[in-house]
């Protein structure tokens, strides 16, 4: 970091935990991203001798994964001042947002199963928590094939409901249909927490939630997705034909609950791409300032340069407000679970999204020729942040269903 923190008041208990996490996030994290970035193949980012297993295993060991879970699941969450995790989460951005994507998407269902007053969930939760390998992962598999933003509008109209559907028979679901290959971790993941159709007539509002074992017979996957930016971050399709899923894995049976939960999963998943982008915004910025103070033309370093010095400022300012803006929406909505607000955590994913693409693109105008070449983190940074304004939810679309929520 090249600037100091103004809203910090930390114990020395979250401090020493965060300065952890830096080390784990810039010795390990931000070399391997890069590494996993140059495969051609994203084939080879989850090979067995890939570096990412590396990344996974230090994000257990640090007990990472277990920060949103409570301790009757052998969770930390509550234990930590609440500011300390969404710290953790801007570090893991700023030193691999893909990689912080991939982690963070790896905890959901086991996150949520946590939520769910079953024995089964209970336990499948705490084997999360004390698995320290890597051995369980999980996805969120909502996008579809034919239903993207649709998921995002989220309307009643039965043209745009989702296409992957769950038919009670007795003492099971029987599931068919295809999640997109833009599932994150759908090629290494464990476990689902799958959105699905229970009742077609109504759209994307006759919806329920599953939790499923990705080992049940007639579940297969698509083969890695290849993409320009977020590479370290592996994704790809799910396909369901008649799976036999045993009723207690379908967590929320009522798409009642679901419409009557005031958008408790928009908040969550916008609230995590805020921290995260805000991170990266921060690491855009702080690679353009390193330059521009050793990099000299016209015999002084180009920082002197009054258009250089404008350029960076005015990054410097948009990566404050977003910055400012993601930790107090996080904040409150740590503070809130149960009535999170919708709309800051929208427009926070729109801001932090929006500035780390605008920062990272003028940090490669300040770096002149080398912002575009692999020996700079920049090029990586710019593909990575681009991608975050499609992620999880087009903004337009996003910032259109937010107001539903003013
Ligand atoms: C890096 C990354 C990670 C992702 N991770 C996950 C994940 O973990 N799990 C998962 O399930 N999905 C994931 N996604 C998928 C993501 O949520 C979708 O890509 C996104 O919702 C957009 O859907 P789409 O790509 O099908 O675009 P489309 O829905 O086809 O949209 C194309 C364009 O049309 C516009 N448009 C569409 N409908 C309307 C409308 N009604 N009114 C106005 N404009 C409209 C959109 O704004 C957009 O510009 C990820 C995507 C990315 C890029």
Partial sequence: MTYRDIDLDLSPLTQSMLSEVRKFAMDMMRPAGIALDRLADPADVIADSSVLWDVFRGFRELGLHTLQIPSTCGGMAGENDPMASILIAEQLGYADAGLAISMGVSCMPFNFAALIPTPAMQQLSRDFCADREGRLIGCWAITEPDHGTDWSLGGSDPRCGPSVKAVLRGDEYIINGEKSAWVS??????????????????????????????????????????????????????????????????????????????????????????????????????????????????????????????????????????????????????????????????????????????????????????????????????????????????????????????
């Fill in 185 to 406: 971790n759908g090629t290494i993941a464990t476990h689902a927490l799958l959105h699905v159709s229970l009742d077609p007539s109504r759209g994307m509002q006759g919806q329920g939630l599953a939790i499923v074992p990705l080992d049940l017979p007639g579940i297969s996957r698509g083969k890695p997705l290849d993409k320009m930016g977020q590479r370290p971050l592996n994704q790809g399709s799910l396909i369901f034909e008649e799976v036999r899923m045993p009723k207690g894995y379908m967590v929320v049976p009522y798409p009642d609950l679901i419409n009557a939960s005031g958008g408790q999963g928009l908040a969550t998943v916008n609230g995590g791409m805020a921290v995260v982008f805000a991170g990266l915004a921060k690491a855009a910025f702080d690679e353009a300032l390193a330059y521009a103070r050793q990099r000299v033309q016209g015999g002084v370093p180009i920082i002197e340069h009054a258009p250089v010095k404008l350029k960076l400022m005015k990054m410097f300012e948009k990566v404050e407000a977003a910055r400012a803006s993601a930790r107090r929406m996080a904040l409150y909505n740590v503070r809130n679970p149960l009535a999170p607000s919708v709309v800051h955590a929208v427009a926070a994913k729109c801001l932090s999204t929006e500035t780390a693409t605008f920062v990272a693109s003028e940090a490669m105008q300040i770096m002149g020729g080398y912002g575009l070449a692999k020996e700079f983190p920049v090029e990586k940074m710019y593909r990575d942040a681009r991608a975050s304004m499609i992620e999880d939810g087009v903004n337009e679309a996003l910032a259109i269903r937010a107001m539903d929520y003013l």
